[in-house]
């Protein structure tokens, strides 16, 4: 959320932000990317993709319980933000939380039929599958 008086980024500037993280990550330069992810979430927190692809460094990192707590903050500041459920699920799995995975799952199945997206139902579908 922008403080008053604070212009809002340009569609163009968080688009430049998340073609650079993602460059990076792609490079395998995952605290690099970090930060400009970080600094994406700052600038534009609606934007789910800022807050999966931070999560995404750190879990690169092995560092789950900073993903983990990422993905849940994006669920408090973007309401409809599957793909963080998603990924929140994936980590919930692997720590043997299986009931926990599948609610996480759940509330993403909820969204995606909130948004009626398609594209989203598959992606649950598919991550049903590995449940």
């Known amino acids: 959320m922008m403080q008053a008086g604070t212009p809002e980024p340009s569609p163009t500037a968080i688009e430049a932000l998340y073609a650079t ?8 330069r995952f605290n690099h990317a970090q930060s400009v992810f970080r600094a994406l979430i700052h600038i534009a927190p609606e934007d789910e993709r800022g807050w999966l692809a931070l999560g995404a460094c750190h879990e690169a990192l092995d560092q789950f319980d900073i993903a983990l707590e990422l993905y849940v ?8 933000a599957p ?9 919930l799995r692997r720590r043997g939380l299986t009931r926990e995975a599948r609610d996480a799952v759940e509330e993403a199945a909820r969204i ?20």
């Open 83 to 91: 793909r963080c459920e998603l990924a929140r699920a994936r980590i």
């Open 21 to 28: 993280g993602h460059w990076l990550y792609s490079k395998e």
């Open 73 to 80: 903050a994006a669920g408090s500041v973007v309401p409809t």
């Open 112 to 131: 995606a039929d909130e948004l009626r997206d398609d594209e989203l139902r598959a992606l649950v579908a598919a991550e049903r599958r590995g449940t």
